[in-house]
């Protein structure tokens, strides 16, 4: 029963908009599962990983968790706040994304593919104080060394030993930020962030690829990514009834702070596998070896995993979390042949990656197989974190909103809102402005929305094909032509044509031991294949490989270079 008092305060409340502290709320940082797991199961292995001295290196959440801690202290000790990171799926890259946000930091991990201009204009443009780098690329910094030669370096040399001759920079202010806490009272995590101070502060810039122009930041929440990473513990499964998730990093962890999944598998307390680089042979190993039961990897990962000569079918379900570019229909069949079942997801940079997701119906069991695989190769619904997924009408002006019809036929563009949509881009209020015009997030991917609510891409809208009054879509050629029994992939730009206007070109990379020429390419698909006439290439060009970004996207940008006559090399 309510007091005099309390009644009193609560009129008083009405007046002067004053409330009551909240008891029942806290800030969300995904920072917190890490201590959190190491306290529930701080035996529970947290890493597996081959080091760049070829040693296997197995480290459990108590572990990680305070190596996690000694960076954080190390750098609010010498007062970093925005910190690079340039490094392959390693230890240390897993362990800095929760020591920097613990510090109170911001990290900006960069593609160790790009140019060392484009690195250094990126840790320029997020103003970084201090950057964590891998030992084996040191190289590709020399043009931040020079721009920024007072910024401090920290180098990881990636090896089994944690103190020692064997150790680096890296290990050692780890060692210094544990000493740093014991010597100012040891008060471990608690004085630490891993609960953020404000929910809609930035814990990480993710920069896109620039393909076309300058890199741009994409401002990433602790709110936001929390989140995104419970989303993505449901949709991908990563909380099995028995067992833990064992989670292998073929994703690479600097695209879009590896969808989340840094924060998601740490939540249930399962195994990161960390991964130097790709190795097809080596990732079959793993599976087979070490029983692993989820990984994030786009198309044309999943189709050379498909097609490599270890691959055979695996005895328990791995779950396979499939973005990026599109995928076919065809790939989801041979993936499900081999027990990689397939979850298809679709997002952006600036949707902490996955937003998407194409649910598997059991309705479906009772379908034909083509037309289930086709089904399952639709980007689908929004996710549960997030609001449902739109297409609007583009032949409108900028700012207006209007959704496309749900008939599966008319294009439209693909826009979002809700919790998971980031907060715009760092020091470029124009571009954020543009990003979300009319109230959504424009995504510049063009879909169709089916009867069901499912939504398909078809393209960017610079990929459409416009030949003869025909909209062509590349991805919707592409996934044809790879059903082509000797196709391994396939890449569509267009070409001029006197008289259609535009007409596809197709560039190919035929399976191993097989081999096929663009005329024979274009017989079959004029007499065998199902591609409408309108759609059959008008040149086919087989190359040793097809340029991609380093998410596994064919750049089509350097296809039609190509076209163009540019040099390949």
């Not at 950057?131 to 990881?156: L, S, Y």
């Not at 907060?423 to 069901?452: C, I, N």
């Amino acid at each position: 029963m309510s007091t005099a008092k309390s009644r009193l305060s609560g009129l008083l409340g009405h007046f002067t908009g004053s409330k009551e502290p909240r008891v029942n709320h806290h800030t969300l940082s995904p920072t917190f599962f890490l201590p959190r797991a190491a306290a529930i199961e701080p035996d529970a292995e947290a890493i597996y990983h081959v080091t760049a001295n070829n040693k296997v290196l197995r480290r459990n959440y108590l572990e990680t968790a305070d190596r996690a801690r000694g960076l954080a202290y190390y750098l609010k000790k010498h007062g970093f706040k925005r910190v690079g990171i340039l490094c392959p799926n390693t230890p240390a890259f897993l362990e800095s994304i929760f020591g920097i946000a613990a510090a109170g930091g911001v990290n900006v991990a960069v593609n160790y593919r790009l140019k060392e201009d484009d690195i250094a204009y990126i840790f320029n443009h997020a103003d970084v104080d201090v950057v964590i780098v891998d030992q084996e690329f040191m190289p590709i910094m020399q043009a931040f060394k020079r721009e920024k030669p007072n910024v401090p370096i920290i180098v990881d040399t990636d090896t089994d030993a944690t103190e020692g001759e064997l150790t680096g920079p890296f290990d050692n202010a780890v060692l210094e930020g544990l000493q740093y806490d014991s010597t100012t009272g040891g008060h471990g995590w608690d004085a630490l962030e891993s609960q953020a101070a404000d929910e809609e502060d930035i814990i990480a810039i993710a920069y896109t690829s620039g393909t076309t122009s300058k890199p741009k930041g994409v401002e990433f929440t602790h709110r936001g990514c929390y989140l995104a990473a419970m989303g993505n513990v449901i949709e991908s499964g990563l909380n099995p009834k028995t067992g833990r998730a064992r989670y292998l990093w073929t994703l690479p962890m600097f695209h879009a702070m590896g969808w989340t999944f840094p924060w998601a598998v740490t939540s249930v307390r399962g195994t990161h596998y960390c991964l130097r680089k790709i190795d097809y042979p080596t990732i079959w190993k793993l599976l087979k070896e070490e029983h692993i039961t989820h990984f994030n990897a786009a198309p044309t990962v999943n189709t050379l995993l498909c097609n490599a000569q270890e691959a055979e079918k695996l005895p328990n379900p791995v779950q396979v979390t499939v973005a990026a570019s599109p995928p076919t229909a065809h790939l989801f069949e041979q993936m499900t042949n081999l027990n990689l079942h397939p979850v298809h997801v679709y997002g952006l940079t600036e949707t902490y990656g996955p937003i998407t997701k194409g649910y598997y119906l059991p309705a479906w069991d009772h379908i034909p197989l083509s037309e289930k695989y086709q089904k399952m190769a639709r980007q689908g619904h929004g996710f549960i974190t997030s609001l449902p997924a739109r297409v609007i009408k583009t032949e409108v002006p900028e700012g207006t909103i209007i959704d496309v019809e749900r008939n599966g036929k008319e294009i439209g563009e693909i826009a979002f809102v809700g919790n998971i949509c980031a907060r715009g881009y760092y020091k470029d209020p124009e571009a954020t402005r543009k990003l979300f015009a009319g109230g959504v997030l424009h995504s510049g991917d063009l879909a169709v929305w089916h009867p069901d609510g499912a939504v398909q891409i078809l393209d960017r809208a610079k990929d459409i094909i416009i030949s003869g009054g025909e909209n062509i879509s590349s991805v919707a050629l592409e996934s044809m032509l790879v059903t082509h029994p000797d196709i391994l992939e396939a890449g569509v730009v267009a070409v001029a044509d006197s008289h259609w206007g535009e007409r596809p070109k197709a560039f190919i990379t035929v399976k191993q031991g097989k081999h096929l020429e663009g005329k024979d390419v274009i017989d079959w698909a004029r007499n065998v294949s199902e591609i409408s006439k309108f759609m059959i290439p008008r040149e086919v060009e087989v190359v040793p490989e097809l340029p991609k970004t380093s998410t596994g996207k064919i750049r089509k940008n350097i296809l039609r270079d190509w076209v163009k006559g540019a040099n390949r090399d």
